[in-house]
Nanobody, 126 residues
Framework: QLQLVESGGGLVQPGGSLRLSCAAS????????IGWFRQAPGKEREVISC????????NYTNSVKGRFTVSRDNAKNTAYLQMNSLKPEDTAVYYC???????????????????WGQGTQVTVST
């Protein structure tokens, strides 16, 4: 059973950076696409990024495009979300999720994502 654990969240000032990690255990991420999601207080969960199983294809929602970068290291069984130029509206619980998709297509919508992490809190505030 694949298990995902996010880490790297915390409190950061506007304009700052954080790097989130999504570490997998109980299986390999080699054939899985990874999605990153977030949920702000009082709001629905939203997808923000996807990276294909090889890392060749990535996709971002408009609100984070140009500021966030998703990557992965399959040798370390870990995916990453580098977040730069953070804004107060980026405050949310961030989740990673894995979907078995050994192909290069990585859409933001339409996949159910069977495996989920527990989330890590990101707070952007002065």
């Amino acid at each position: 059973q694949l298990q995902l654990v996010e880490s790297g969240g915390g409190l950061v000032q506007p304009g700052g950076s954080l790097r989130l990690s999504c570490a997998a255990s109980g299986g390999t991420l080699d054939d899985f696409a990874i999605g990153w999601f977030r949920q702000a207080p009082g709001k629905e969960r939203e997808v923000i990024s996807c990276i294909s199983y090889s890392g060749f294809s990535t996709n971002y929602t408009n609100s984070v495009k140009g500021r966030f970068t998703v990557s992965r290291d399959n040798a370390k069984n870990t995916a990453y979300l580098q977040m730069n130029s953070l804004k107060p509206e980026d405050t949310a619980v961030y989740y990673c999720a894995a979907e078995f998709r050994p192909g290069e297509n990585c859409p933001l919508f339409g996949w159910p994502y069977y495996y989920w992490g527990q989330g890590t809190q990101v707070t952007v505030s002065t």
